[in-house]
């Protein structure tokens, strides 16, 4: 309870009130301690656990990891990929959505071998470029900033 308490509220001025910003990993239950608070979207929170599955092509579940509500989908791809090839076989490819394709998750399933099929997330730097740098130059296999070029 004086967790829940302390993530809540602040005594300023005299006075008990509301504390203002965001608690990561707040308690959200007395009775269960690693229920978090979750959201499918905006518009449809949560609180509880979130199961992370996976499926054959037909649709059979070959394996399911539990997590908190407040788990990003992109942190339970590599453990539950490791735990299915532990168990039983390695999947060859893996089908999911933005979340599962981040480039940290792409990355660790080709030294696995395996190929991810998902949407690329939407691009924090639209204009692609490194910071105080204005243009790149492509040519056939190569990238390089002018001022990088013979």
């Not at 076989?89 to 991810?116: C, F, L, V, W």
Request: hydrophobic share 30%; aromatic share 6%.
């Amino acid at each position: 309870m004086n967790k829940i308490l302390d993530e809540n509220i602040e005594e300023k001025n005299g006075y008990v009130q509301k504390k203002k910003g965001h608690v990561k990993d707040k308690l959200v239950s007395l009775v269960d301690e690693d229920a978090r608070h979750g959201a499918k979207s905006d518009s449809k929170p949560f609180t509880g656990y979130k199961c992370n599955i996976m499926k054959s092509d037909d649709g059979f579940v070959t394996n399911i990891i539990g997590t908190p509500g407040n788990t990003y989908d992109w942190d339970i791809l590599v453990p539950l990929v490791d735990e299915k090839t532990e168990n039983s076989s390695k999947p060859q490819k893996i089908k999911g959505d933005t979340h599962y394709g981040s480039a940290e998750n792409r990355y660790q399933m080709s030294t696995r071998g395996i190929t991810i099929i998902a949407p690329l997330k939407k691009d924090f730097n639209p204009a692609g470029l490194l910071p105080g740098k204005s243009s790149f130059r492509i040519r056939p296999g190569s990238l390089a900033l002018p001022e990088t070029e013979p």
